[in-house]
């Protein structure tokens, strides 16, 4: 069967190049396609096709390769577009945090929800919606597979601007089935992600979802017997943050004792509390009562800097020679997006956690409601399977989470400040109308460089 023609938008980014790289040389179903690798970083993008060229020849796969720094070159014929790119993601969040807890509202990650989220929003949302109109024209029958932060906001913004285009947005962390596998592990049901199997997962249910990077985990039994009061007590142990250096210990302590905190809390376990820890008033610090008061950590642009700087050597590295291809391929794994094309694309009977409109999976929230639950996937649809209810307090948050998203990516395409300011209020975090207001004055001062001129008339 030939394989599909997968365009990468953003190919030079830190984290997606090399594990689509890997994915379309190493899965049956997508070895003998075409990937197409774009990105406007031509030395970025050199060291990519290098790293490509290496990794066909050391497979001997018939995998074509096409590269280029224009889009439109490249789009034709495309049977997915997977969207991976960043407007000085990395500096700009550093600029967002700096900015908003000298406003009162601290960001410790910035990229999804609170003025972090709103301002990329306001970044992201132009680009893409200038891709999904080559899209539209080049290859309209393309499903679009958004990578780009904020993935709810994204993935309402192509929701509402393209609804005739096929479009999904996913996150790295609900990827299955390592997310369902963890929590099996974390349940005591099994030992290790190895032991578990195909018998063992009939026997479990699982009820995880919400909004992306707020998605919760509602039920899991075994047997018919709850477990997830075993998942609660071993939070204080458990860390969902990645790539963190020895420098940011105490941080993810912190982080674990929120976790534990709202599960007992709220009685739902928070599954991405490295992102969720923002997106709520409790942390910001405004205690009266200090006994067992939790205040989140403003992000850190450096820890992620050098992270970054770290995979760009890497990828020169197999690109040079200096580190083996073989090496890389023995130690590399699939991404999520290539997972959900190789099933797609094959027809594969695989489940996967995607971010798309609720269409009455969750009965008590909005069949438009851009939610993050477990799918079905082929080429023709990506269904969400029926959740069931969503329980209070869950359904508040959810909605107030969907609302701030709703508004900021209304702002991103109106430039009308008094939406953006309502997207600035909706948020969890704002509790002081003359403190966001000066913030997103000052923000809006500091990324008029980033930003359409539009909001400056």
């Known amino acids: 069967m030939k394989g599909p023609k997968v365009v990468l938008i953003g190919a030079g980014s830190a984290f997606f190049g090399r594990q689509t790289i890997w994915s379309m040389v190493s899965k049956p179903a997508l070895c003998n396609g075409t990937l197409a690798l774009?990105?406007?970083?031509?030395?970025?993008?050199?060291?990519?096709?290098?790293?490509?060229?290496?990794?066909?020849?050391?497979?001997?796969?018939?995998?074509?390769?096409?590269?280029?720094?224009?889009?439109?070159k490249v789009l034709k014929g495309a049977d997915f577009v997977t969207l991976a790119f960043a407007n000085s993601?990395?500096?700009?969040?550093?600029?967002?945090?700096?900015?908003?807890?000298?406003?009162?509202?601290?960001?410790?990650?910035?990229?999804?929800?609170?003025?972090?989220?709103?301002?990329?929003?306001?970044?992201?949302?132009?680009?893409?919606?200038e891709i999904l109109k080559d899209v539209e024209k080049l290859?309209?029958?393309?499903?679009?597979?958004?990578?780009?932060?904020?993935?709810?906001?994204?993935?309402?913004?192509?929701?509402?601007?393209?609804?005739?285009?096929?479009?999904?947005?996913?996150?790295?962390?609900?990827?299955?089935?390592?997310?369902?596998?963890?929590?099996?592990?974390?349940?005591?049901?099994?030992?290790?992600?190895?032991?578990?199997?195909?018998?063992?997962?009939?026997?479990?249910?699982?009820?995880?979802?919400?909004?992306?990077?707020?998605?919760?985990?509602?039920?899991?039994?075994?047997?018919?017997?709850?477990?997830?009061?075993?998942?609660?007590?071993?939070?204080?142990?458990?860390?969902?943050a990645i790539h963190v250096a020895k420098s940011e210990k105490g941080k993810i302590e912190i982080t674990n004792q929120i976790a534990s905190q709202l599960a007992d809390a709220v009685g739902y376990v928070p599954m991405c509390i490295w992102h969720t820890q923002e997106y709520l008033p409790y942390f910001q610090g405004h205690d009266v009562n200090k006994n067992d008061a939790l205040t989140i950590r403003q992000w850190s642009v450096?820890?992620?800097?050098?992270?970054?700087?770290?995979?760009?050597?890497?990828?020169r590295n197999i690109a040079s020679g200096k580190r083996t291809v073989e090496d890389f391929l023995a130690k590399t794994s699939g991404d999520h997006a290539s997972d959900i094309i190789e099933a797609m694309w094959g027809g594969l009977p695989k489940r996967f956690y995607i971010?798309?409109?609720?269409?009455?999976?969750?009965?008590?929230?909005?069949?438009?409601?851009?939610?993050?639950?477990?799918?079905?996937?082929?080429?023709?649809?990506?269904?969400?399977?029926?959740?069931?209810?969503?329980p209070r307090p869950l359904t508040g948050y959810l909605q107030r989470v969907l609302d701030e998203h709703e508004l900021a990516v209304e702002a991103?395409?109106?430039?009308?400040?008094?939406?953006?300011?309502?997207?600035?209020?909706?948020?969890?975090?704002?509790?002081?109308?003359?403190?966001?207001?000066?913030?997103?004055?000052?923000?809006?001062?500091?990324?008029?460089?980033?930003?359409p001129a539009a909001w400056y008339r």
Not at 302 to 315: L, S
Not at 357 to 362: L, Q, R, W
């Open 302 to 315: 450096e820890v992620r800097r050098t992270w970054m700087n770290e995979c760009w050597t890497d990828m």
């Open 38 to 72: 774009v990105d406007p970083d031509a030395k970025k993008l050199g060291w990519l096709e290098k790293v490509a060229r290496r990794c066909i020849e050391a497979r001997g796969v018939p995998l074509k390769l096409e590269v280029s720094t224009d889009r439109k």
């Open 89 to 129: 993601g990395v500096e700009l969040r550093g600029v967002d945090a700096r900015i908003s807890t000298q406003h009162g509202m601290i960001m410790c990650s910035a990229d999804t929800i609170g003025p972090g989220g709103t301002m990329r929003t306001l970044r992201e949302v132009p680009r893409q919606n």
């Open 355 to 390: 971010n798309v409109p609720n269409n009455g999976a969750v009965p008590n929230m909005p069949d438009d409601a851009f939610l993050e639950l477990l799918c079905d996937v082929n080429m023709n649809d990506v269904r969400p399977l029926p959740f069931g209810p969503m």
């Open 139 to 240: 290859c309209p029958d393309a499903w679009v597979i958004n990578w780009v932060n904020p993935t709810a906001a994204m993935g309402i913004a192509m929701m509402r601007r393209f609804p005739h285009l096929k479009s999904l947005a996913i996150c790295d962390g609900p990827h299955n089935p390592r997310f369902d596998n963890d929590l099996m592990v974390r349940a005591g049901l099994a030992k290790s992600h190895a032991d578990i199997t195909d018998a063992l997962r009939s026997r479990v249910r699982i009820r995880s979802g919400g909004v992306n990077h707020f998605n919760w985990l509602v039920e899991m039994t075994h047997e018919g017997r709850d477990v997830t009061e075993s998942i609660k007590k071993k939070l204080r142990d458990a860390s969902q």
């Open 412 to 451: 991103a395409v109106t430039h009308d400040r008094k939406i953006l300011r309502q997207a600035f209020l909706a948020s969890m975090v704002a509790v002081s109308i003359s403190d966001v207001d000066a913030c997103i004055a000052e923000l809006l001062a500091a990324e008029k460089k980033y930003l």
